[in-house]
């Protein structure tokens, strides 16, 4: 019990992240230090990393080709950090790959276009119902896209999958699968999920955008059947937020075929009846690289090592516990996640009874300085199931102009989050549950500054 109050009042982490005491205006004119709650959109960055990006910017230089000083230094970091993703998440040294990316949603657009030249008579990609659009839509024009299903929690059907890898025999090509619900949280069992996509001839791939920055990831050894085959993340996500991520998978998968984004560096050779494209990872980073985005990518990782994904995954889950527990108790809150059934990262998708979500989110914002999310998140079909909407009552709303959209509110923690910032949240949602006539009619009506309408 000591140890929990006295824990409670210094998170160690804080100090380690830029912009956590920032002041900023509410509407009646005073300042309050900035809440952010919206950290599965973006995260700050770390101090650590702003200072290595500073202090390698005086060497900052060209990669490979350049024979100065510096493009050696330069070149030295930027191939030496592929070895720092796959030690991070547990890669194979040999056989696996490290392709530098702008983010998540370009390296499952990159795996896509280069599966698709490698269907071997597997047209199907079992995806789910519970992704992010950056893992649905880019596999729709190129597959045969089917979506496992989810239970009415929300939780992944294991089942499901079992009977469409089955339904389909052996024309999967790949399970795709996020790590971990940017809307409800959930983690999923991705290797139970790669088990049985192994049994059944098919690949995985993991959407790591909401995994990787939060718990520890373990590809597992190549040739294993729980060995993740493909991972994506986004180092924006993980207090790096300067344009970088990753797709890491099988050398052999990005050998043959055409590469996804086309120009110089890709490229071995060039005549005008030939191109020898270069060998991966090259071959599929073509033009000059963000440098600077990856040396933020290295930093966090040896920032979040010596932390311990461990530890960080413990923190973040008492602040979740914390906060859903008191969530509870203030009137009119609907949760569209259950923490106690599914391991769950610190998100928390709600609403309140009565407030619209794009209102309740102002309102927070304006009234309380704290920042969250509100809508489908990207995640469209899954929230549509999880407030109860068929495909044809979207259309609907969708075809007439006087619709008014349905949404989720979302809080996600990061690290650096604060109990007593929740308890001010959660004083402020009592207050708005007390007083949800006046806060409702004050932002509905009389600014009209918010566009409630379309606001997915
Ligand atoms: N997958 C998931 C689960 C996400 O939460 C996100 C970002 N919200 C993405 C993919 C896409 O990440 P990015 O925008 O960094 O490409």
Redesign the pocket.
């Known amino acids: 019990m000591l140890n929990n109050i006295r824990y409670r009042n210094m998170n160690p982490y804080r100090n380690l992240v830029a912009g956590v005491d920032t002041r900023i205006p509410l509407d009646n004119g005073s300042y309050t230090t900035a809440i952010n709650f919206d950290n599965?959109?973006t995260t700050p960055p770390f101090l650590s990393v702003i200072k290595d990006v500073d202090s390698f910017i005086p060497w900052y230089s060209s990669i490979h080709r350049g024979k100065g000083y510096k493009s050696v230094v330069s070149t030295n970091l930027y191939e030496e950090g592929r070895q720092i993703i796959k030690d991070f998440v547990k890669a194979d040294s040999d056989n696996d790959t490290v392709v530098y990316t702008k983010?998540?949603?370009?390296s499952i657009n990159i795996l896509a276009y280069i599966l698709s030249q490698q269907k071997n008579g597997k047209d199907v990609v079992l995806s789910t119902w519970m992704e992010?659009a950056?893992?649905d839509l880019p596999w729709r024009d190129k597959f045969t896209v089917d979506y496992i299903e989810t239970d009415e929690f929300g939780r992944l059907s294991m089942d499901d999958l079992e009977s469409k890898l089955k339904k389909y025999k052996n024309r999967v090509r790949l399970v795709t699968v996020?790590g971990?619900?940017?809307v409800t949280g959930y983690i999923n069992d991705v290797y139970a999920i790669a088990s049985l996509a192994h049994r059944h001839g098919a690949e995985i791939h993991v959407?790591g955008?909401?995994l990787v920055p939060h718990l520890p990831v373990d590809m597992k050894p190549f040739g294993t059947v729980s060995h993740i085959d493909y991972l994506s993340f986004?180092a924006?996500?993980m207090y790096a937020p300067y344009g970088s991520?990753s797709l890491i998978g099988p050398k052999s998968s990005f050998e043959n075929g055409l590469p996804y984004c086309q120009g110089g560096s890709a490229i071995a050779l060039v005549t005008h009846n030939k191109i020898w494209w270069e060998e991966p990872p090259h071959k599929d980073e073509a033009s000059t690289p963000n440098l600077l985005g990856i040396i933020a990518l290295i930093s966090t990782i040896k920032t979040l090592t010596s932390l311990g994904m461990d530890n960080i995954f413990r923190h973040e889950k008492s602040l979740l516990y914390y906060a859903y527990e008191k969530m509870k108790t203030v009137p009119g809150i609907t949760f569209y996640s259950h923490p106690e059934i599914q391991e769950t990262i610190g998100v928390i998708p709600f609403n309140m009874e009565g407030v619209h979500h794009s209102l309740m989110s102002a309102i927070l914002s304006y009234e309380a300085g704290i920042a969250v999310r509100n809508g489908f998140?990207?995640a469209h079909p899954y929230c549509e199931r999880l407030l109860g909407y068929s495909a044809q009552d979207m259309e609907d709303m969708m075809r007439d102009p006087k619709s008014i959209f349905p949404g989720i509110v979302r809080a996600s923690f990061g690290i650096y989050n604060e109990f007593s910032e929740i308890d001010r949240f959660i004083a402020f949602l009592n207050q708005v549950a007390l007083n949800k006539k006046y806060y409702v009619d004050k932002y509905s009506n009389s600014r009209g500054r918010y566009n409630i309408k379309n606001e997915v």
């Not at 983010?103 to 370009?106: F, G, S």
């Open positions: 599965a959109a983010n998540a949603t370009e992010h950056a893992n996020t971990a619900s940017n959407d955008a909401q986004s924006h996500k991520g998140f990207c």
